[in-house]
């Protein structure tokens, strides 16, 4: 009997004060922690073979908005149906890796100019290049030339 009011007497609430959430604080990160933590979950995508992932990543396509707000620009809604697939993955990532609950992650097709033609197929590889950087290595391990 000793033992069973015992248990009770255990199992009483105890009193915990709530923090409030004004004062629980997470690691600040910038810009470069960032792109660093961005190119570490793009190379594990490479090494994985998911290559389209892996360039809607690069450096120059991250932005930092309002301390928390990751934007990514993809070149196509293509890219963005792509990239949803691991997002929350990719989100889990940079929370963990930055020590960070609040980020949050937005993709955005990104607006080019449409104006300009090209026609000679040096202007072509020009701005694939663009696109692709690794092109240029692929043109010259296969000792590829252009008709310029």
């Known amino acids: 009997m000793k033992q069973a009011q015992k248990k009770k007497e255990d199992l009483s609430p105890v009193e915990q004060t709530p923090v409030p959430l004004e004062q629980t604080t997470y690691a600040a990160f910038d810009l470069p922690q960032l792109k660093d933590c961005v190119a570490l979950f793009a190379?594990?995508?490479?090494?994985?073979?998911?290559?389209?992932?892996?360039?809607?990543?690069?450096?120059?396509?991250?932005?930092?908005?309002?301390?928390?707000?990751?934007?990514?620009?993809?070149?196509?809604?293509?890219?963005i149906e792509g990239f949803e697939v691991v997002k929350q993955l990719f989100l889990d990532h940079l929370r963990k890796n930055l020590n960070n609950p609040n980020i949050n992650v937005h993709l955005e097709e990104k607006i080019g100019k449409t104006d300009k033609h090209l026609y000679s197929p040096k202007e072509r590889f020009e701005a694939l290049l663009q696109k692709n950087p690794d092109l240029l290595r692929l043109k010259n391990a296969f000792n590829m030339e252009l008709d310029y």
Do not use: P, S, Y
């Open 43 to 79: 190379k594990q995508m490479q090494e994985q073979g998911k290559t389209q992932i892996a360039t809607t990543l690069r450096d120059e396509r991250i932005f930092l908005q309002d301390d928390t707000k990751v934007i990514i620009e993809a070149e196509n809604k293509a890219q």
